[in-house]
């Protein structure tokens, strides 16, 4: 534990990426294995399901540091981060240090609480509050609320196994994919230079993903060079369908099993050793329907009849990353389009071909680019036909090349804590539109400003607060912002009426005042309207 703490030390105390990569390469060189698998498990992402809810913390470290509960109540709304606050707050440890490695506790102490009786549970966390200090003891109020953060990427991660392993880093972020136990063993075969360990039949390759295009298409070269595909609104996904069984995954490494049962059972006519790349959508009559649709499918496992009738979907397939068991990732774009031909051929409806947007000019592309909310996608794709499948965000092979989002100006009306080193600043703020003579929250948004912007926001919100709701504070209607944001969608959930989506601070509008903000007819027209912004 000790070792793992140095290590976050040394990580949150530079931004530089070659001294992060350093000290992960240094702390895996002489890590024990199963301490290294855990790790791993925390650093890129991964987290223990909450072993102890915030209001027991709250009042136990209220009883273990002699404060009143009002008073943790008060210092957590300060502060922002409830892990923080418990380190802030407790008393020094009075006792000295288990000798437990990382692991040690991890599966010996911690992971046991989730079983515990109340009491236990509480006898257990305080004793380890008394063994703790320092950066250990901030470590572990992390872990007991699932809340374990820290300034690397699962890409950097990546790099400092495979520079220990002496492999390619491909191969490193291909065994950290789906599901898998932090242990000896895991850590063994992560780092092994065999390139043909089996791992679970139902492990997804690295997403490949494009950058956005920021010149003119024609920058990139000859246009018969390239391949332009719709950019869909939906949910990226692998289907995998090996062994006569089928995995749905998606991006962000969520196994999807019952979701789409309609896609599972179209891929039941897909070959035996077939991966597909592509989009969910929601989708009837050969269009897409509105991202809001698919979002009533996403949290449910089993979804029924009247969801499947009300948002049916398609797998609308771009890419082919293995067919008949063979990884084709490293074969030309245009190759692996003649496999993905082959694999669909006996699909079924839910499963098709994305559609190709044939053009023999860069000329030709932005009068399709033009049609894109008429029909429902974002942009184009921009492909190299000659390009491989590569991991994560490679420039240069791939491009999107999106629509203008649409904007609107809004009243910032209410203000949060954000979240890891942003929780002692404001900086989730709520917008509101004009409405019947009164001011309606439409929409939440916590990026686009500058530091310099956001420390300056923060002193005015901390001056100008009118009531205070538990964290969120709300201000005087006086501040106007412009908002863009991909998409909006009729919802009875909504005081509004409309849900945006993906909504975030596009810059902040000093010269308006709060009279020139937009109204909610505005934003309603889109609706009827979608070229009207």
Request: charged fraction near 30%; aromatic fraction near 10%.
């Amino acid at each position: 534990m000790k070792d793992f703490a140095a290590l976050f030390d040394r990580l949150d105390r530079t931004t530089g990426t070659n001294a992060k990569l350093s000290a992960l390469a240094d702390y895996f060189r002489q890590a024990r294995p199963e301490d290294a698998a855990w790790a791993v498990y925390f650093l890129t992402g991964r987290r223990l399901k909450r072993l102890v809810n915030t209001r027991e913390l709250r009042e136990w470290t209220a009883e273990a540091s002699g404060l009143a509960l009002w008073l943790i109540e008060e210092s957590y709304e300060h502060v922002g981060d409830l892990a923080e606050t418990m380190h802030l707050l407790l008393p020094p440890a009075s006792a000295e240090p288990p000798t437990e490695t990382l692991a040690e506790l991890i599966e010996s102490t911690i992971k046991p609480l989730a079983q515990m009786d109340d009491d236990a549970r509480k006898q257990r966390v305080q004793q380890l509050w008394g063994q703790f200090d320092g950066s250990e003891r901030f470590l572990i109020n992390k872990l007991l609320t699932g809340g374990f953060r820290v300034g690397v990427s699962k890409r950097l991660v990546t790099r400092a196994l495979a520079e220990v392993a002496g492999v390619d880093s491909s191969l490193i972020a291909h065994r950290l994919m789906g599901k898998w136990t932090p242990d000896a063993d895991l850590y063994q075969r992560l780092i092994a230079d065999e390139t043909d360990l089996d791992f679970e039949q139902s492990t997804p390759y690295p997403f490949f993903l494009a950058s956005p295009l920021e010149a003119e298409p024609e920058s990139l070269g000859e246009p018969d060079a390239w391949q332009a595909e719709w950019k869909w609104d939906g949910i990226r996904a692998q289907l995998i369908r090996r062994d006569g069984q089928t995995w749905i995954w998606s991006r962000g490494e969520e196994r999807m099993d019952g979701r789409f049962p309609e896609l599972e059972a179209a891929s039941e006519s897909l070959p035996d050793g077939t991966v597909l790349d592509g989009e969910i959508m929601a989708w009837r009559d050969d269009r897409p329907l509105p991202f809001s649709l698919l979002q009533t499918r996403i949290g449910r496992k089993k979804p029924g009849k009247v969801t499947l009738e009300k948002a049916p979907v398609a797998l609308l397939a771009y890419d082919c990353l293995e067919f008949d068991g063979e990884d084709l990732r490293d074969r030309p774009l245009e190759q692996r389009m003649e496999t993905l031909n082959r694999a669909l051929s006996t699909a079924s409806a839910p499963i098709q071909p994305s559609q190709i947007v044939a053009f023999d000019s860069w000329g030709q592309l932005p009068a399709q680019r033009d049609r894109s909310r008429e029909l429902g996608v974002e942009g184009l794709m921009l492909k190299r036909l000659d390009s491989c499948y590569q991991v994560g965000r490679k420039r240069g092979a791939w491009w999107k090349w999106k629509v203008e989002p649409y904007t609107f100006d809004g009243v910032l009306i209410y203000a949060q804590p954000g979240h890891g080193r942003r929780s002692n600043l404001f900086t989730d703020y709520t917008f509101a539109v004009h409405h019947d003579g009164e001011l309606v929250p439409v929409a939440k948004a916590y990026s686009g400003l500058t530091q310099k912007e956001i420390d300056r926001l923060d002193r005015w919100i901390r001056s100008n607060t009118k009531e205070r709701f538990g964290p969120v504070r709300s201000v005087e209607p006086i501040h106007v912002f412009e908002l863009a944001f991909e998409g909006i969608a009729p919802s009875p959930r909504h005081k509004s009426g409309i849900a945006m989506r993906f909504p975030r601070i596009h810059r902040w509008r000093e010269d308006l005042r709060i009279e020139d903000a937009d109204s909610l007819d505005d934003l309603k027209r889109l609706l009827r309207d979608p070229d009207a912004a």
